[in-house]
């Protein structure tokens, strides 16, 4: 996650007293407002907790009135303290750190601590309907839901929560993976736009972990039902021949037959981002990207209009950076940014190990560069964890001994009772709401023909990926 201090603000505090508040972003959204002395209090916090070895530098306290120069240099100071922190993997995971953000969030927001209904989306558009504290956090929501569908405790973790804006046409664009330091109603309540929603999804990479969730039917239903889905908006491609098998399988109510084909097409399981910039094989490429597969895959328009395809391994990628800048909004000037004039820019950098010692930058320039640095991290993490014998299961199990996976008395108050198993009178109305996922249709798909199949539509020639080896085009 990208954290960032681009603006200060002058406001008033209870005794009419003026004071300098720092807008902390995520993702170049503002997250919250806080004060110098909150951080001091968080710092002071995490030296008592860590020792002053592992803390990072704060700026110091000041005995007069800051002028406007220190102001900004504060400002430096505490970004780059926030983002020293965040990437600290002792600090920027510790409950600490993160109560401290879901806290100054809901106080940013003014949003009190009571009891509410949030929807959250599944992959068909059902939508499900929970009852949360506002101040539950992202483990909190996604527990709720899961139990609203009866998901087993042993698979909440093969899912996510995922904040998304619906676009045209049905397009989807996912802004990013909610996180443990946000509280999710705030974070979709406070964007007061109806077009951002909460989306359930799987939350893996590797399809060997399909086979966890299928042997659960709810958690076969929500695959199958983000599987059609994904076919639907032309994620994953299908030519005429395997749309014809998925209808077969869909007719007879194979569904985990339907999935096993369906983890056999090109871009199965993977996020299709919106299209984007790149300088890679030229500056100023026209680029849709996905991820997926341990891999970033570059759909490119060159210069001269071909349509070009290849894939970056995330195990070639020595490292990745995201980047944000101010820039001005189109308006024929070349005036500095004011608050009202400006929009964040944002591009993820990896270096590629093109050939045997020879790294070379990539650059992205998406709205969605932090999404797609979520997607790399993530790969690794999961990585990670097959290479030292572990699993999601596995790690599931030993959150639950640790005890971290449990709610709070005032939350299981307000925990909505399983979907299955209400003994609402209207029981038959409640069921259809989790059986409507296994009544999904392939409405919409249009069978792909081999001249617009882009499978065989590699870098080649002069627009290859220099030296990357076969397994990666």
């Known amino acids: ?32 407002r806080v004060r110098y002395s909150q951080l001091l209090g ?15 530098t704060f700026p110091p306290k000041k005995i007069f009135t800051l002028t406007p ?26 409950e600490m750190f993160n109560s401290f953000l879901r806290k100054a969030q ?8 009571e009891e509410v209904q949030l929807e959250v989306h599944l992959s068909n558009g059902q939508k499900v309907k929970v009852n949360i504290l506002t101040s539950d956090q992202t483990e909190d929501v996604l527990e709720a839901v899961a139990t609203k569908l009866d998901l087993p405790e042993d698979l909440v973790g093969y899912f996510s929560l995922f904040l998304v804006q619906e676009g045209l046409e049905g397009g989807c664009t996912f802004v990013r993976k909610l996180q443990e330091f946000e509280l999710p109603y705030v974070s979709v309540t406070s964007l007061r736009n109806p077009d951002y929603h909460i989306v359930l999804r799987k939350s893996y990479w590797d399809s060997a972990y399909d086979s966890d969730v299928m042997e659960n039917r709810v958690g076969l239903n929500l695959l199958y039902a983000q599987t059609v889905s994904d076919i639907e908006r032309g994620w994953i491609l299908v030519n005429k021949d395997q749309h014809r098998q998925l209808k077969s399988l869909q007719e007879k109510g194979s569904k985990k037959e339907f999935i096993r084909l369906a983890q056999t097409l090109k871009y199965f399981g993977y996020i299709k981002f919106d299209p984007c910039i790149t300088d890679f094989p030229e500056k100023g490429c026209h680029v849709i990207v996905s991820a997926g597969n341990n891999e970033l895959n570059f759909h490119v328009k060159l210069p001269n209009n071909q349509m070009k395809e290849g894939s970056f391994k995330v195990t070639r990628m020595r490292c990745w950076r995201v980047t944000s800048s101010q820039v001005p909004v189109a308006n024929g000037t070349a005036n500095p940014c004011s608050s009202s004039k400006c929009e964040v820019k944002l591009e993820l950098a990896f270096e590629y190990l093109m050939s045997k010692d020879r790294l070379q930058w990539v650059t992205i320039t998406s709205p969605q560069a932090i999404m797609m640095s979520i997607c790399l991290q993530s790969m690794v993490d999961e990585l990670m964890v097959k290479k030292s014998g572990g699993s999601i299961k596995k790690q599931m199990q030993k ?17 909505s009772p399983p979907l299955l198993d209400s003994p609402d009178p209207n029981r038959e109305q409640v069921v259809k709401l989790s059986t409507k996922l296994s009544s999904v249709s392939l409405r919409g798909i249009s069978a792909s023909n081999s001249a617009n199949d882009i499978s065989g539509n590699d870098f080649h020639g002069n627009y290859a990926f220099e030296g990357i080896g076969d397994d990666d085009l």
């Open 1 to 32: 996650m990208h954290f960032s201090i681009p603006e200060t603000e002058v406001r008033s505090g209870e005794n009419g007293s003026t004071y300098v508040a720092y807008n902390i972003h995520v993702n170049g959204v503002l997250h919250c």
């Open 106 to 113: 809901q106080e940013t927001q003014q949003i009190p601590t």
């Open 69 to 94: 120069a220190e102001v900004e240099q504060r400002r430096e100071q505490l970004e780059k303290y926030m983002q020293a922190v965040r990437q600290d993997p002792l600090l920027g995971t510790s």
């Open 399 to 415: 959150k639950r001994l640790n005890g971290s996976i449990h709610r709070s008395d005032s939350q299981q108050t307000v925990k």
């Open 42 to 56: 968080l710092h002071e916090q995490i030296k008592k907790e860590y020792g002053n070895n592992v803390v990072p």
